[in-house]
Structures are given as structure tokens and as C-alpha cells.
T-cell receptor, first 110, second 115 residues
Framework: SQQGEEDPQALSIQEGENATMNCSYK?????LQWYRQNSGRGLVHLILIRSNEREKHSGRLRVTLDTSKKSSSLLITASRAADTASYFCAVSGGSYIPTFGRGTSLIVHP | EAGVAQSPRYKIIEKRQSVAFWCNPI?????LYWYQQILGQGPKLLIQFQNNGVVDDSQLPKDRFSAERLKGVDSTLKIQPAKLEDSAVYLCASSSLKGMNTEAFFGQGTRLTVV
């Protein structure tokens, strides 16, 4: 079934650096959502990008979508220790059901 | 706006016992999802409701799992009998029907440990 696959599985950076994580999928989608999950907590919605959109911003977050390559990227600029979390992409196809990958674990060192 | 509410937050049961989880979605959200997240993995959809009707339950282990959303608002997910492999976080999410292409918002989840 359709699901996003995040890459890399793990990312370790210093505070102030930028973090980029990618999501690839296999079939056409209606939208793609990015979520953050801190240890032991629920999923926090970050950004939804629709299939006819190419880029969206929210604060320090920038999401791009390339439907020809079936991929999306999430850029976190000027990262902070508080950004340490797991990041998931969820793709929605014709059924509009968000389907998740295994996530990218981001560690930001102070 | 209140978020998705789930209870309990934590539950420990012995295998073969039964357990129930409760979810109250965001007010006005017609679509409700239950996901299972095993440690180290992404959430996996168990069931999707639209109002009080089931849209997709293809990945729900129906021999032991059941879910209902009787009045199209609150929902309960039940496991009976529980197995060790059911240890996971159970997440409830909701989204509005507006245009269908809308965000899904998640609750804090219920962490289930089966011993």
C-alpha cells in the first residue's frame, strides 16, 4: 500500500545548523503531511502540502514537493535542541488516509 | 480549540485480558482514525470512520480488535483478548470533511503494555 519512506533514518547535527529530511513515495498522492513526535508523546502536525503545491513555509520550516520525482523534503533552519524528535511524513492518495513511514530521528546537540 | 482527547494515557494488562481506549475528536470533525504505533515504527492505520460509518478497517485484526463510533462523535477501540504483540501506543486522530484535503490532528495516545 502507499506509504512514505523517510530518509535518513537518523540525523545528528549541532544547534544552529540546518536539518533536511526527505520522504519518497511510490504512487500519485493528493497531499503529504509532515509530523513531529517527541519521545512518548503524540504526533504534532507541522505542514500539509497538496499535490498541486510545490513549496510551503511555516516559521523555520520549509517543505517542498516534487511530484515528478515522487518526493518531498522538510528543511528545519537554524535548528534548536528543542527540535530533537522523530519526524514522519504521511502520504494520502485517493482515499485521503494518511499513511506513515518509519520516520527520521533527529538529534540536535546544544 | 480543544484538541483530540484520549484516555487512559497508560494501561498495563496481562495477556488474554481485555482493554478499551476512548477518543473524543475535535468538535465538528467528521473523520476519525485509530492508529497503532509499535516502538521504533511509524503509525499504522487500524480503522477510519466517517461520521459513524466505517470507511476502512482492512488492517484491523478483527478476531480480537473492535471499534465503534456510535453517535458519530466519540469512539472506543477494544482489544479482547490482548496478546503480547499488542503492546504499542494507540493513537486517535481526526480531520474535517471540508474538501477532504485537510490536516489530521492527533491525540496524545494511549500507551498499552501487555505482560
Amino acid at each position: 500500500s502507499q506509504q512514505g519512506e523517510e530518509d535518513p533514518q537518523a540525523l545528528s547535527i549541532q544547534e544552529g545548523e540546518n536539518a533536511t529530511m526527505n520522504c519518497s513515495y511510490k504512487t500519485s498522492i493528493n497531499n503529504l503531511q509532515w509530523y513531529r513526535q517527541n519521545s512518548g508523546r503524540g504526533l504534532v502536525h507541522l505542514i500539509l502540502i497538496r499535490s498541486n503545491e510545490r513549496e510551503k513555509h511555516s516559521g523555520r520550516l520549509r517543505v517542498t514537493l516534487d511530484t515528478s520525482k515522487k518526493s518531498s523534503s522538510l528543511l528545519i533552519t537554524a535548528s534548536r535542541a528543542a527540535d530533537t524528535a522523530s519526524y514522519f511524513c504521511a502520504v494520502s492518495g485517493g482515499s485521503y488516509i494518511p499513511t506513515f513511514g518509519r520516520g527520521t530521528s533527529l538529534i540536535v546537540h546544544p | 480549540e480543544a484538541g483530540v482527547a484520549q484516555s487512559p494515557r497508560y494501561k498495563i494488562i496481562e495477556k488474554r485480558q481485555s482493554v478499551a481506549f476512548w477518543c473524543n475528536p475535535i468538535s465538528g470533525h467528521a473523520t476519525l482514525y485509530w492508529y497503532q504505533q509499535i516502538l521504533g515504527q511509524g503509525p499504522k492505520l487500524l480503522i477510519q470512520f466517517q461520521n459513524n460509518g466505517v470507511v476502512d478497517d482492512s488492517q484491523l485484526p478483527k478476531d480480537r480488535f473492535s471499534a465503534e463510533r456510535l453517535k458519530g462523535v466519540d469512539s472506543t477501540l477494544k482489544i479482547q483478548p490482548a496478546k503480547l504483540e499488542d503492546s504499542a501506543v494507540y493513537l486517535c486522530a481526526s480531520s474535517s470533511l471540508k474538501g477532504m484535503n485537510t490536516e489530521a490532528f492527533f491525540g496524545q495516545g494511549t500507551r498499552l503494555t501487555v505482560v
